[in-house]
């Protein structure tokens, strides 16, 4: 429906134009034919086009997915590096087990 709202012009000027033609076509005032060899010709052409943006757009959505896919394990890597160096200062005198437990259960990093 986006997509719908931002060519609501265009749509509107094509539809217009559209029937305006259909109509001078069936009241005879305006005839002509289109050899199929043309119509054929042209959507040759714009299936090319269509193939080729096709390609691009899936092209950058992969690129995307995979840049995604890279800040979610960097994420999931220092999640792990923080557990790790929370757990591995037990041994020393300032060390809070309920403060460590807390900070690795707190929700979005909150203490």
Known sequence: MKVAYYVRYELLTAV?????????????ILSFALP??????????LAIFIAFR?????????EA???WGGIVNSSRVLARL???FTDSHAHQQNYDKTRSENFKAAPNGQV
Do not use: P
């Open 36 to 45: 199929f060899s043309v119509a054929a010709i042209l959507g040759s052409a």
């Open 65 to 67: 997915r995979t840049l």
């Open 82 to 84: 923080l557990i790790t």
């Open 16 to 28: 217009l134009v559209s029937a305006f033609v259909y109509v001078l076509h069936r009241q005879e």
């Open 54 to 62: 096709n390609n691009s757009s899936y092209g950058r959505w992969w």
